[in-house]
């Protein structure tokens, strides 16, 4: 099956309950429009410092949201930017681009040698890094990309990279806002000793909202499903990783589906697609008032395929929040695990608005009814998923799981605090692990 850029429709998850308008909470920028661009907009406010990391099944102590605020995304208002680059032969690049032509990314990489972004600030109304031949060997670390609007009708925020069968990718400490994504479809590396790693990036508002020309258009319908990951047709490929991503976004500014998507995508026996350490914060819908939602935060499984297409993924230790319609899932697939994973969710929106798309915490369902679904296991899970919509709790669904084990219904109610908690007791682990998150320039 082969997948229309952005288009994923045959899975649904769907509630009905009741919401209203949003604020903004993650310290993200309004869209910008060429010349000149606007500065970033404020700073998150701080609190003091939160306790520790609460025990599994027992509530987190009382304190602030978190530990330290959210870096604001960085303002490039003030920079200087070339033109779009056309990369023709491999090397080592650093500079400022931008297009203002939602046609045109600001990087088009024409060769198959191997090339690196580096300390680069990217802006543009389209993609920001495109491969237009197959092969690319790509690695992009400690830069920076701005989508933004494409001011033209019809036409979504462009990806920050999107790669057709490249070889090689590597994606590291980058700050990334207002962009539709990473997006690699196929691949045509030699397995064993090219992959597809995308680590310890900061990511804010992930968007497929439908331009207007001016604005965005309020019709989710009219939206693009994008990720912030999404792996379409990379079949059997050792050593792929995503982990230690820091992702938020925020209602009313944002339309993601999947944060990260594997479809029709597989790692192998010895070597799964490793999803691991993620901080995942926020999925909605355009319009989050709306009943009608199919997106979340780490989507493990989806797609119908022959065989070995969709499987062999180990998604563990990840911290998702708020994603409303779930928070982990298998939808498709064999030989998949998840454990060690926290999940919470208010399922209130910042203006303390019920979430009316919300659902469950983490769930196992054969949707497409694939004879081969099967060894699905899931251990050692916390989850804490509040339905005020409809005045219950949904922590875990497992009707197609293989082995459950060790999952706990979180021991109290899921607060703001709880939710503050836990981002600061990840971002402790992340320092003890010496792990630094976004650009080091």
Excluded at 106 to 122: K, N
Aim: proline share 7%; hydrophobic share 35%.
């Amino acid at each position: 099956m082969t997948l229309p850029y952005g288009r994923q429709r045959d899975r649904r998850l769907i509630v009905v309950g009741l919401c209203c308008l949003t604020v903004a909470v993650c310290g993200s920028m309004p869209a910008a429009v060429l010349p000149p661009l606007p500065a970033a907009a404020s700073t998150p406010a701080a609190g003091t410092p939160a306790a520790g990391t609460p025990a599994a099944g027992t509530p987190a102590a009382e304190g602030s949201r978190d530990e330290r605020p959210r870096p604001a995304p960085l303002d490039l208002s003030g920079l200087r930017f070339a033109a779009p680059l056309v990369i023709t032969e491999g090397g080592t690049y650093s500079g400022n681009w931008e297009s203002a032509n939602p046609d045109v990314p600001a990087i088009s990489i024409r060769t198959d040698e191997p090339v690196m972004i580096r300390g680069s600030h990217l802006r543009s109304r389209g993609h920001l890094i495109e491969g237009v031949i197959d092969g690319v060997d790509l690695t992009v670390i400690d830069s920076t990309a701005e989508g933004l609007n494409p001011s033209r009708e019809g036409r979504v925020p462009g990806r920050f990279v999107i790669l057709r069968n490249p070889s090689r990718v590597l994606i590291e400490r980058n700050e990334l806002n207002g962009t539709s994504g990473i997006r690699l479809e196929g691949y045509t590396g030699n397995r064993g000793d090219d992959t597809y790693r995308i680590l310890r990036n900061r990511v804010t508002n992930v968007d497929g909202r439908m331009s207007t020309g001016t604005g965005f258009s309020s019709n989710d319908s009219d939206a693009e499903l994008v990720q912030f990951v999404q792996f379409v047709q990379v079949r059997a490929v050792p050593g792929i990783e995503v982990s230690w991503n820091d992702v938020c976004n925020e209602p009313g500014r944002s339309r993601v589906e999947d944060v990260v998507s594997v479809y029709v995508s597989s790692g192998t026996d010895s070597s799964p697609i490793s999803l691991q350490d993620n901080f995942i914060k926020g999925a909605y819908p355009v319009d989050p008032m709306s009943d009608q939602y199919s997106g979340g935060g780490i989507m493990l499984g989806d797609g119908v395929a022959d065989g070995s297409g969709v499987g062999n993924v180990d998604a563990s230790r990840n911290v998702i929040v708020n994603t409303t319609n779930y928070g982990m899932a298998v939808s498709a697939g064999q030989s998949m695990r998840m454990s060690g994973n926290r999940l919470f969710s208010t399922g209130l929106l910042p203006n303390g608005a019920a979430v009316a798309a919300q659902n469950v915490g983490l769930y196992v369902w054969n949707i497409h009814q694939q004879p081969d679904f099967g060894d699905v296991e899931v251990f050692d899970n916390v989850a804490g998923w509040e339905r005020p919509n409809q005045g219950d709790r949904n922590d875990f669904w497992l009707p197609d799981v293989s082995t459950a084990t060790a999952n706990e219904s979180y021991n109290g109610v899921v607060t703001d605090k709880v939710i503050g908690t836990e981002y600061s007791s990840w971002l402790a682990r992340a320092r003890a692990a010496g792990v630094t998150i976004g650009p080091r320039v």
